[in-house]
């Protein structure tokens, strides 16, 4: 079955530089979340899509914008990069039924800021 | 708010021992899902389980198995006969009962089976 790409897989970038991660959802899925975990921590919710519109935002850093494209792919993009946002980057995604929906993670992108 | 806490930061059982994983959640929503997942080495994050708290009824998936009880908002995860692809790390997430809502995780267990 189909699962939820990310790419790129592994990113070094220099601190002030930006990056751009990319997140193709499962087919006919119409939700995309966005998830940080820094090392040794747990999953922390950044924002979500639904239908290419904002459904909710977490503790997102105002250098980070993402959105979702009419072919439900989403793009995080993150500016003045900073040492601590070295972490793993999850996208998620679901259907909506009208409850809460499972989310089911891509492999992350790995980001690492020297 | 919502919180999902996992005592457990670490336990380490031997090869075909069984063990269970803790989860206590708080939340003020009447109605919830719960879910576990599971982070391999290799870093993806894996859905095992989604159980709604109209449902109490307890699950067993092969050597997986699943108890919850709205009584003490705990939803604890066993794995029977443990084996060495076990080893992960294993979250517990709530989330409220409505569509695309985010995901409140704990800070997770990391199991370790021993061969």
């Known amino acids: 079955a189909a699962g939820v790409i990310q790419s790129p897989r592994h990113l070094i970038k220099e601190k002030r530089e930006t990056a751009t991660l990319k997140c193709y959802p499962i087919p006919r899925h119409d939700t995309v979340y966005w998830y940080q975990q820094g090392p040794g921590q747990d999953p922390q919710f950044l924002i979500s899509f639904y239908e290419k519109m904002q459904s909710d935002k977490g503790s997102i850093p105002d250098r980070f914008s993402a959105q979702q494209f009419s072919d439900y792919h989403s793009e995080l993009n993150m500016s003045s990069l900073e040492l601590g946002d070295s972490a793993l980057y999850f996208c998620?995604?679901?259907?909506?039924?009208?409850?809460?929906?499972?989310?089911?993670f891509g492999p992350g992108t790995r980001l690492t800021v020297l | 708010a919502q919180k999902v806490t996992q005592a457990q930061t670490e336990i380490s059982v031997v090869e075909k021992e069984d063990v269970t994983l803790d989860c206590v959640y708080e939340t003020r929503d009447t109605t919830y899902y719960l879910f576990w997942y599971k982070q391999p080495p290799s870093g993806e994050l894996v859905f095992l389980i989604r159980?709604?708290?109209?449902?109490?009824q307890n699950e067993i998936s092969g050597r997986y198995s699943w108890n919850f009880q709205k009584s003490t908002s705990s939803f604890n995860f066993t794995i029977t006969a443990s084996q060495v692809v076990d080893s992960a790390v294993y979250f517990c997430a709530l989330s409220p009962n409505f569509g695309n809502e985010k995901l409140t995780f704990g800070t997770g267990t990391r199991l370790t089976i021993i061969p």
């Open positions: 159980r709604n708290s109209f449902d109490e």
């Open positions: 998620a995604s679901s259907i909506s039924q009208g409850a809460a929906d499972t989310q089911y």
